[in-house]
C-alpha cells in the first residue's frame, strides 16, 4: 500500500505546488485562463499528435476499451440522473449537473498523469486518453450538456440549434481535432519532419506536470460553499470515484478480453476526479458553487480513491 501511494504521491505533490504558487500569487488569477490554453491547444494535442502518428492505424482503436469505457460512463450518467431525479426529486437542471460531474472525468489533467506514472506506458497513456476523449467528447458530453440546455428551459427552442451549437463545441475542440490529425499521418504513413517531432517531445514530457500544476492552481482559485448540501455533494462523489470505476470494470469483465495495461488505464481514467471546467459549466446554469465545491472535495478524496483503485488493479 505504501508504494501505491508513493506511486500516485508525485500527482498530488504537482497539486500542491499549484495550490501553493496561486496562492503566494507565482500564478496569478488573470494568467490562469492563458496556462490552460497553453495545456489544452499546446501540451496534450502534442501528446496525442506524437503519440497516435508513431502508432499503426490497426492499433489506435481498441474496440472493446471504447465500448466497455463508454457503456461505464452512460451507465453511471443514467443512474447517477436517476437517483437525483427520482430520489431526490431535484429538477433536471441540478440532477444533470449531479450527474455530468458523476459521470465525465479529468482524464486529460488527472487520469493521464496517473496512468503515466503508475504504469509507465507512455503509449498506452496517450492511447487511452485519446479514446477516452472520444467518447467523453463525443457521447457523453454532448448528451450532458443537450439535457441541461433543456433543463434551463431551452425545450421551446429549435432543436436543430441545440444539437447545432453542441455539434459546433465538438468540432471546435483542439483535442478532437488533435486525434483526427494524429489518425491521418498514421492512416497515410506520413512521417513527421524531425524539428516538429522533437518539438511534439518536448512539449509531451511538460504536458503532465503542467497539467498537474494548473489542477492545483484551479483548486486554489476556488472559493468552497461555508453551506454544504451534503446530500448532493456525496451523489456526485460517491458517483465519481466509486460508480463509475465499478461500471467500467465491470463491463470490461463482461466484454471479451483486451490488452490487460488498457484494462487497466480504462478503470483509472474512470477514477479520475470529474474535469477541471466543471464549475464553468455550472455558473451558465446557476450551479457555479455547488460544481466548485463538488470539485474540490472530489479531487482531494481522490488521493485515496485512487489508491485504493491501483491496489485492488494490483499496483
Given at each position: 500500500?505504501?508504494?501505491?501511494?508513493?506511486?500516485i504521491a508525485?500527482v498530488?505533490?504537482l497539486m500542491?505546488?499549484?495550490?501553493?504558487?496561486?496562492k503566494?500569487q507565482?500564478?496569478?488569477?488573470e494568467?490562469?485562463?492563458?496556462l490552460?490554453?497553453i495545456?489544452?491547444?499546446?501540451?496534450?494535442p502534442?501528446v496525442?499528435?506524437?503519440?497516435?502518428?508513431?502508432?499503426?492505424?490497426?492499433?489506435?482503436i481498441?474496440p472493446?476499451f471504447?465500448?466497455?469505457?463508454g457503456?461505464?460512463l452512460?451507465t453511471?450518467l443514467?443512474?447517477s440522473?436517476?437517483?437525483?431525479l427520482?430520489?431526490?426529486g431535484?429538477?433536471?437542471?441540478?440532477?444533470t449537473i449531479?450527474?455530468?460531474?458523476?459521470?465525465?472525468?479529468?482524464?486529460?489533467?488527472?487520469?493521464?498523469?496517473?496512468?503515466?506514472?503508475?504504469?509507465?506506458?507512455?503509449?498506452?497513456a496517450?492511447?487511452g486518453?485519446?479514446?477516452?476523449?472520444?467518447?467523453?467528447?463525443?457521447?457523453?458530453l454532448?448528451?450532458?450538456?443537450?439535457l441541461?440546455?433543456?433543463g434551463?428551459?431551452?425545450q421551446?427552442?429549435?432543436?436543430?440549434?441545440?444539437?447545432?451549437?453542441?455539434?459546433w463545441?465538438?468540432?471546435?475542440?483542439?483535442l478532437i481535432?488533435?486525434i483526427?490529425?494524429?489518425?491521418?499521418l498514421s492512416?497515410?504513413?506520413?512521417?513527421l519532419?524531425k524539428?516538429?517531432s522533437?518539438?511534439?517531445?518536448?512539449?509531451?514530457?511538460?504536458?503532465a506536470?503542467?497539467?498537474?500544476l494548473?489542477i492545483?492552481?484551479?483548486?486554489?482559485?476556488?472559493?468552497?460553499?461555508?453551506k454544504?448540501?451534503?446530500?448532493?455533494?456525496?451523489?456526485?462523489?460517491?458517483?465519481?470515484l466509486?460508480?463509475?470505476?465499478?461500471?467500467v470494470?465491470?463491463f470490461?469483465?463482461l466484454?471479451?478480453?483486451f490488452?490487460?495495461?488498457?484494462?487497466?488505464?480504462a478503470?483509472?481514467?474512470?477514477?479520475a476526479?470529474?474535469?477541471?471546467?466543471?464549475p464553468?459549466?455550472?455558473?451558465r446554469y446557476?450551479?457555479r458553487?455547488?460544481c466548485?465545491?463538488?470539485?474540490f472535495?472530489t479531487?482531494?478524496?481522490?488521493?485515496?480513491?485512487?489508491?485504493?483503485?491501483?491496489?485492488?488493479?494490483?499496483?
Amino acid at each position: 500500500m505504501l508504494n501505491i501511494f508513493l506511486t500516485i504521491a508525485p500527482v498530488f505533490i504537482l497539486m500542491g505546488l499549484g495550490y501553493f504558487a496561486f496562492k503566494v500569487q507565482l500564478i496569478k488569477a488573470e494568467a490562469m485562463p492563458s496556462l490552460g490554453n497553453i495545456i489544452l491547444y499546446c501540451a496534450i494535442p502534442a501528446v496525442m499528435i506524437g503519440g497516435l502518428s508513431k502508432i499503426h492505424i490497426s492499433e489506435i482503436i481498441e474496440p472493446y476499451f471504447m465500448l466497455a469505457y463508454g457503456l461505464g460512463l452512460i451507465t453511471c450518467l443514467l443512474i447517477s440522473l436517476w437517483i437525483a431525479l427520482k430520489l431526490k426529486g431535484n429538477g433536471l437542471s441540478l440532477s444533470t449537473i449531479q450527474a455530468m460531474g458523476a459521470t465525465i472525468p479529468n482524464s486529460m489533467f488527472v487520469g493521464f498523469p496517473v496512468v503515466l506514472l503508475s504504469l509507465g506506458q507512455a503509449n498506452s497513456a496517450s492511447l487511452g486518453l485519446m479514446m477516452a476523449v472520444l467518447v467523453e467528447n463525443l457521447l457523453i458530453l454532448p448528451l450532458a450538456l443537450i439535457l441541461l440546455e433543456y433543463g434551463a428551459g431551452q425545450q421551446a427552442a429549435s432543436k436543430f440549434a441545440i444539437w447545432r451549437s453542441v455539434g459546433w463545441r465538438i468540432l471546435k475542440n483542439p483535442l478532437i481535432i488533435a486525434i483526427a490529425v494524429g489518425v491521418i499521418l498514421s492512416l497515410f504513413n506520413i512521417p513527421l519532419p524531425k524539428p516538429i517531432s522533437q518539438s511534439l517531445e518536448l512539449l509531451a514530457k511538460i504536458s503532465a506536470g503542467l497539467a498537474l500544476l494548473f489542477i492545483g492552481a484551479a483548486l486554489a482559485n476556488i472559493k468552497p460553499q461555508t453551506k454544504l448540501d451534503g446530500s448532493n455533494l456525496s451523489l456526485v462523489v460517491m458517483g465519481k470515484l466509486i460508480l463509475e470505476p465499478l461500471m467500467v470494470a465491470f463491463f470490461i469483465m463482461l466484454l471479451p478480453a483486451f490488452n490487460p495495461i488498457l484494462q487497466k488505464t480504462a478503470i483509472l481514467m474512470a477514477a479520475a476526479p470529474m474535469m477541471s471546467i466543471y464549475p464553468i459549466i455550472g455558473e451558465r446554469y446557476g450551479f457555479r458553487d455547488f460544481c466548485a465545491s463538488t470539485l474540490f472535495v472530489t479531487t482531494l478524496l481522490s488521493f485515496l480513491s485512487l489508491a485504493v483503485v491501483l491496489l485492488l488493479l494490483g499496483g
